[in-house]
């Protein structure tokens, strides 16, 4: 995979979907924190569908922390891992009220420091919410970067690593978007869509499917 086809891969995905988005919903940095958090292991739709009551009825951290982790879990026990995602919800707003002002902080470190956040939930955060020009490999972006060779690598971090180095400044804001959603609806996992993919003859994969 060279620069200029890295390049026009990006360009196509940009050409189809100008402004890419999460699509969790959300209306705040601290309601996308919360989500992410949630949806580790979990599937964005499952995540809406419980953060909606949840959020109309505490939004921020000192709503959520006086749910308490009882309170929140009747309104997240239908998501995986709701238990541990509960507790580490109200250590996070507790967190969030005594060092930041109970605002989500615009750093790294802040961020990898709260409770059940860790790299690719800050960069999410960092990328969605405040616009750095992060990525965040889950398992989709790191399925698609290897098939397509646009950043191959045998770990999440090494994916991400070239990701930074190898994608061009002009795409890095919304590569996260365009990358996870090709993964999750024409690069799936068991039978990809190749005959349907704009950058099919671009990509790299050796055992494309005519579907």
């Known amino acids: 995979m060279n620069r200029d086809k890295r390049s026009l891969i990006f360009a196509r ?5 100008p402004t890419p988005t999460t699509e ?11 989500a992410v958090i949630l949806s580790a292991q979990a599937t964005d739709v499952s995540v809406n569908k419980a953060t909606g009551p949840l959020f109309a009825r505490a939004n921020t951290p000192e709503g959520l922390k006086g749910l308490g982790v009882t309170g929140l879990k009747r309104y997240i026990k ?20 005594r060092e930041h002002g109970g605002q989500v902080p615009e750093d790294r470190g802040a961020l990898e420091a709260l409770p059940g956040v860790g790299r690719k939930t800050a960069n999410v955060v960092l990328n969605t919410a405040f616009g750095h020009p992060t990525i965040a490999v889950d398992t989709h972006i790191f399925r698609v970067c290897n098939r397509t060779r646009v ?7 090494q994916v991400e690593d070239r990701l ?18 090709h993964g999750r ?17 671009l990509c790299e994969y050796r055992d494309k499917v005519d579907i």
């Open 185 to 201: 609806y024409v690069c799936t996992a068991r039978k990809p869509r190749c005959g349907s993919c704009i950058i099919e003859d």
């Open 24 to 34: 969790l919903n959300y209306d705040s940095p601290f309601e996308l924190l919360v």
């Open 78 to 97: 239908s998501i995986g891992l709701f238990n541990t995602k509960a507790e580490n919800i109200i250590r996070t707003c507790d967190i969030l009220l």
């Open 13 to 17: 995905l940009r050409d189809a979907n």
């Open 151 to 157: 950043a191959s690598g045998k770990t999440v971090r």
């Open 164 to 181: 930074a180095r190898l994608v061009p400044r002009e795409f890095k804001r919304d590569a996260h978007h365009w990358l996870i959603l």
